[in-house]
């Protein structure tokens, strides 16, 4: 009985006890965080793990001889690694040759794209015409309707380029621009590249936001208006310039439906000499079991995307703060 | 010179913006516009290629593509109703997912710059080829190295038995369409992932520009994190949600199966006619679905400003 009676005195000290309650509720918000963060920490590695598993494995693997291979207690970690599927991917890639055309090539669209799908954003934004409204519906448009659906028309006007006879009557003949490069510089310099809408919006958003004084000084001062587009405006858009140009580089690179559909050379797009590799090599060098010439693949394709993981790397806390305070979100 | 003086600026204005927008007016109406009115004649007719390859011929057939392609084509009327099916499916899971990971990447915490990079990582790797080897070393990866040589086995040597949970689920009296559509979600776990890398990103953007002020109110208030999150988060995300699913729609069609099958119709079996119609009508239906979904979202999206 006595038991009892104190310890009913000293639970009712406890519930008077302001110390003792701060302390319980400090422990409780604590112990909330700390399972938080738990549980955030097991989600994301989780995922990080599922984006990055495949990628471990190409790695690792592009690293395995064929001893490796065999042995199928050998996982992740190569017993006798070997630079040997480097080697061959890299001759038969003709690596260095394949990445500058490539990068050149990329380089210039993606020049191309900054300057013209500005242009086209900043006019929108900026100046007040007649159907406004509704050519920036065909923006629109233009992000949503799939290349695919216009391919065969596209197709075929490279085939005969000549718009509005112009070329034939030149010239007198009319040129077929496919297997090479042309078409694509053509379709990038009037705004219909790889996703150019997309690159119209983000501009357009962008320039929106900016403060329309910025304009008005520059004319009072006598700027015309392409001086204050260049000179002025272009520089204040350095953060959406910037993901513009990443992404076109980037998405340029790896982009295999336009190279395909103009069929342009592989020595040109390297996105496009890798899907063959495996071929080649299999072919070529007489490695016949297709699982191993897979391995030569991964080392082709880490060769591949190493420049853009790079670019990556460098630029990505510049890259990711572009996309969130440029046009996208707007 | 007369007549340029008076030219007022409005005016002056509008031929220089008319200047601006010139290059992509010029492309779309000599790119886009001649196609798609092109791609309709395609569609409404049988073209015969002539000698070489270069030139063809279009004879008039009215609506017997169409009806052909409704009829008695094999594969265009499930692969259509697949594909839309896939992507309604696709991208709730894929908006709430964003969302999702948009909050937990919000807060200030070590690392946060390295699970973004890794996020976004998709994105940039979007090529065909590395994609192709990348779902085959997502196999590999899930069945061990030792798997890699004898194809057959796959996902399945990973000693888990996934029928026992199934049945262990559906004996718990879920819905079947609920459970199947689980199923679904988790089985599509690694695409969706990788699917929402730009939009977790808009995401959170999103969540960075709602003003602090707001969730001050809340707190002194005495609203729970739940309320915060339904009655001030979720809001004013809300325009951006659409921002999402049009992006999400533009990108899941470009890789769907219908587009591949329009894109074979057309290059490897040379039937110019149908294969443009399939992109047509396949591209109508996108449109379509984006029209009603921006509609009935867009009619329930609180606007800040």
Redesign the interface.
Known sequence: MDLIQNCKIEIEKLKNDKQFANNRKKYITKSKEALF?LF?LI??IG??Y?????????VS?SF?SDSD?AN?????IPQNPTMERYRLAWLRLDYLKTLGNSLAYVLSLMVIQVV?CS??G???A?????F?KL?FG??IV?????????????Y??F??FN?LGLFSMLTGKVP?YLGTVKPMFI?T????GLR?GLY?YIFNQFFRGLPKEIEEAAFVDGAG??YT?FRIMLVNAIPSVLTVAIFSL??Q?????FGNLFNISPNIVI?RK??TLQQTIANVDRIM?P?IA?LY??AG?VL??LP??IV??LL??R??EG???SG??? | MKKKKKLTL?RK?????????S??????I???L???I??IR?GMSVATIEDGG???TLTYTGLANFKELFTSHPTFKQVLTSSMLDMVVDIPLIIFFSIF?AL?LNKK?KGR?F????????????????QQ??????Q??GG???S??D?IVSATSTGVNIEYYLRLFSDIAIPDAVFLYIIGAVSR??SI??ASG?QI??F???L??VPSSLYEVAKIEGATGYETFWKVTLPMIMP?IL?NI?YTV?DN??NSDV?QL??NT?FMTKN?GL??LM??IS?IV??LF?IIVCGTISKKTFYYN
């Open positions: 963060w955030r989600i994301l995922i990080c599922v984006i990055l598993g495949p990628l471990i494995g190409i693997s395995f291979f199928k207690l050998v996982y992740i013209i242009m086209v900043y006019g929108f900026r100046f007040n015409f007649p406004k050519l065909l923006v233009m992000i949503v309707i799939p290349t695919h659906t216009v391919i065969l028309p596209i075929v006007t085939q005969k718009p077929n379709m310099l009037f705004g219909c150019s119209i208006m392409w587009y980037v998405w690179y790896n982009d295999t439906f996105s890798i899907t079991t699982a897979r693949l991964y394709i591949v995307i853009v993981v990556y790397v990505q806390k890259f990711i996309v969130e305070r996208i979100v707007g | 409005s204005r509008a031929i220089v913006g008319l200047l601006f927008i290059p992509w007016l010029i492309g779309f000599l790119f886009y001649r196609s798609l092109m791609t395609f270069v030139g063809y990971v937990l915490f710059t699970v973004r990079a890794v996020f976004f990582l998709p994105v940039i790797l979007n090529s065909e080829a590395i080897a990348i779902a085959l070393s997502t590999l990866m061990g190295i030792a890699a040589p194809e776990l690694s992932i990788t730009v990103i808009i959170i953007a999103a960075q520009a951006l921002t049009v533009v069609f470009a587009v329009s894109y057309i110019y294969g443009s992109s047509l591209m996108v449109c984006l």
